[in-house]
């Protein structure tokens, strides 16, 4: 099932927003469209997937998730899971919405590496100030 | 001056102390002494001279030397050694503005072997005269009796012979004449005069000095000019130096207003830039090593841990569903083994319902939730292990090598940005380095005309130097030409003073020569035996020939006298010159009589001894004043003394008496007079 899909294209608007992101990071788009895709993971509602047009660029699937394509994909099957959702049938879909979702909001809040940080769940820092304090 | 006493001691041959009584009386002027050849008249008549005089006794130009060896061939001898010590000493009055003062003076002498000891003691009145220092006194004795002029009073047959050789050849006479009359004096000054003008003339030279003084002062003016611009460059340079220093101020406070202090940063910056710029690269190298690695999932924390749950569970459930179904295989494989049944004994039936229910009993009891797996049949047993642990890592280590990492870059970038701000405050190149290498330029100048300075000042005090030395030498130069000008003024005057030494001179000899002519007239008419034959002598002025006049208006030269009237002529003139030289001394003349006829002693015995002064004394031998003569004069005599010579005891011993006398046993030594 996971192997539906190789090819992933995205939104036009994302597809820009990730130029601008790499000029600012120094990062090729697929990393970025990993980030994109976790931070919109962590987002309570679910994207709206007919937001999104395909006139982006495209990717090849491997390129954009990497060795850790599994963990990728398990996270969108548990997140469809605990929504309800088919996660074989709406895979791709809320796949490249995640995606589309996630590259607008990093790209809303990154304009250089440092920002990075402040995309991490305060839960975590928070674990971390505590363990610090 | 009246002589009164002399008193003698070891003094030629007068041995031990000899005091003989010389006072005579203005009636009695005469003091006679007889005494054969050697008796020791002479040695009176030098001892008067040598206590007045000493060295000058014997003449103006007498070596020590030959004073004292005078001196020590008059020192007594004894039977047994010479004497070492010998004295003279004369007691007389003198009167002066009409008081008369009583002197005495003594002089003594020690023989130290090499030399002769000197002293002299001269009393006033009993007292040491207090206006004189010891000095002074031999002075104070040239004053009271001038040897010069002693020489006219004191005189000798000698001198008398001597002159009259000189009145009969001109040229001696002449000198001799002015000597006598006081005029060689003036005659000297005359030459000394004349001696120093030229000598003056010589050291002068004043043109040259000019001209010398002229070359120094063009030198000086020249190195004074040279001082001059020394100082006004050194004025200048302080003038430029101080402009500088104006200038490097202002420079130095608009570079600083420019951020010049910046500028010296603006190297330290860069580099401080580009450290930060390489830590910053690496730190967002290390940035992205993580946001390419496990970060993403680091953003999904409860997602991923849903995840690992999930996968965990259904994971455990699998293994339990089985195990389950290996342990249901197995009990069938065992509950369809017939060996099983066989050895129970079972019935067949029974069989297959114990085997049933033992097979219902367990599959209840492992009865399971038999849900199929939503995650973990995805991922193999490596997959899921590597699935946890990167989202440990994601949720556990990223989070805090993340905010290290950007802690880092936050703090790089921030001193990037202030480093950045300060190179951006750090003037611009441009604008700066005009200043800088104007600024450059004033502090080179600023050096060299320091240095210059040091120079000027060294070569100022140099010039000085050379200034404050020519100025020496060209006031040295004015005070050798004022010196020289003075010399030559000197000389001048010098001149004037001989051309009024001259007048002076001709005049004084004309005049005395006139007092001269009547007095010498006088007095030769007195003891000539042609006395009534003559009328006068005249003297030319001119070249001082004297001319004899007769009674008959005839004149005859004076070089035509005889060998005797000569020294009748020359008596006359010693006796005119001392008249006129108006010095009351007494006559003191020894053996006087020698070469004269008997009509001329009888004169000077009956004219000049009794007339020639208020005190005459006299040293003769029997010859010369004898019985006959001794008669007429004896009127006139205060004293008469006999000088005898013991040849066994080797002394003189005066005795009162001359040598004829009334009363022969009247004759007593003085010694047995004075004893």
Redesign the interface.
Known sequence: ??QKFNRITIDSDATNQLKMLKAN???TPN?LG??G???S??EPRPPNPQQYDTDGQTFNRYTLLGE?D??????L???L??EGKD?EEDLYEEFVAHLNRGVERVAGNVSD??D??D???G???G??AQQEG | MRINKLIITDFGPYRGRNEIELSSTEDSPIVLFGGKNGAGKTTLFEAIGFCLHGKSSLGRRTARKDYEQAIRSKLHEYPDGKADTAAVRLEFEYSHMGEVDHYSVERSWRDRGKSIVEDLKVRRNGEIPSELNEDQWQDFLKELVPPGVSQLFFFDGEKIQELASAVESDADFEDSMYSLLGLDLIERLDTDLSIYISQKLEESGVEGIKDEIQELQNQRDEIEQEFEDLKQEREEKEQRLAELEDEIDNKESKIAQEGGSYADKREELKERRAELNASIEQ??DQ??D???GA??????????E??VD??KTETERQNRATARNELTDELDDVLGDEDVWEEMNMPEDQVGQLSDRIQDKLKSRLEIEDEDP??AH??SEA?RQ??YS??DRA?ND???Q??D??ES??DK?RELQEVESGLNKAPDQEVISPLIDDLNELTEEKGAIKSRLEELEEEISTAQTRLERKENEVENKLEQKSRVEDVSERADLASDVRNAVKDFREELAKKKLRKLESKLSERYITLSNKGDFYDKIEINEENLDITIKTIHGNSKPHTELSAGERQIFATSLLWALAEISDRPLPFIVDTPLGRLDNDHRDNLITHFFPEAAHQVIIFSTDTEIDDHQYQKLEGYISQAYRLEYDEEEGKTVPSEGYFWTEDDEDQRSLGEITS
């Not at chain 2, 970060?295 to 991923?304: E, H, V």
């Open positions: 099932m996971s990071t120094g990062m990393y990993r980030i895709f976790c931070y993971l962590n850790h599994t963990l990728y994909m398990a996270l099957k548990e997140r899971i605990q996660p590496l440092s990075f940080y995309l991490v769940p839960e975590i820092k674990l971390e | 730190l967002e940035i992205r993580l946001a390419e970060y993403p999932f680091t953003l999904a924390p409860d997602l991923c849903s995840v999930r996968l939503e995650l995805q991922f997959q590597e699935i990167l989202t949720l990223v989070p805090d993340l905010a990492l950007t870059l936050e970038t």
